[in-house]
């Protein structure tokens, strides 16, 4: 579950105020809204990436206003993929295990379920150079899930993809989704992409949040 009680973030002159949101339990939320809505900003907020002025965030039934983005839970998918050009893809998968000293063994098994769940079985030992754009994103995608967040933010993760690479992926979304119950919220201007993977829909219009559920 992702609730926002009277939330407002203010970047530079920029400002988000008041905003109230609730995403149930292993929904899969997407956020729209026009270039420079705020979309963003609101959803880094959540990671803990920026910090509010105002108001509450809670994760589950957890009050992480105050928590830094490691102790939130959060996977975060950011639009580029954001990879480490010197890591291979099995050490991207490895990453956050590594950093919360996870058992050699279960990470082991860890990146043999996540491989298989992708289809980067193939690709476990290249690097990020030379990797298709649909590849790089389940990539980022497999390294957000890794340590089994209970929930999972994208921003605008598809937008360089082609239309098949885009289908592509919003099946591995499905498919991972389902596997997980992990929360969703990913943003996007694709209508397509919306309505194909939104369980509820949030628009961002003149500083507000409308829903409509589906």
């Known amino acids: 579950m992702i609730r926002l009680d009277q939330v407002s973030v203010r970047v530079g002159s920029f400002q988000l105020r008041d905003l ?3 995403v149930p339990a292993g929904a ?12 963003t900003t609101l959803l880094e907020a959540i990671c ?12 589950g039934v957890t009050d992480v206003t105050a928590l830094p983005p490691a102790e939130r839970g959060v996977g975060f998918v950011p639009q580029d993929g954001a990879l480490f050009q010197h890591l291979t893809v099995r050490e991207h998968l490895e990453f956050a295990l590594v950093i919360r000293r996870w ?4 990470i082991a098994s860890r990146v043999t379920e ?6 980067l079985n193939a690709l476990l030992d290249r690097r990020p150079h030379g990797l298709s754009g649909g590849e790089t994103q389940r ?4 390294r957000a899930l890794s340590f089994q967040p209970r929930i999972l933010c994208l921003d605008e993760p598809l937008s360089a993809l ?11 979304l499905e498919t991972v989704c389902a596997h997980t ?6 943003i996007t201007h694709n209508l397509a992409e919306a309505e194909r993977l939104a369980d509820c829909l949030l628009l961002l219009k003149d500083g507000r949040l409308e829903t409509s559920n589906r």
């Open 103 to 106: 058992p050699r063994e279960r």
């Open 20 to 22: 109230s949101l609730s």
């Open 139 to 142: 990539v980022a995608l497999g």
């Open 114 to 119: 996540l491989a298989g769940w992708l289809g």
């Open 181 to 186: 119950g992990v929360t969703a919220l990913h």
């Open 28 to 39: 899969y939320a997407v956020l729209m809204g026009r270039t420079g809505s705020g979309k």
């Open 162 to 172: 082609d239309d098949e690479s885009r289908a592509e992926i919003c099946s591995v």
């Open 48 to 59: 803990g990436l920026r910090a509010v002025s105002a108001g509450r965030i809670l994760l």
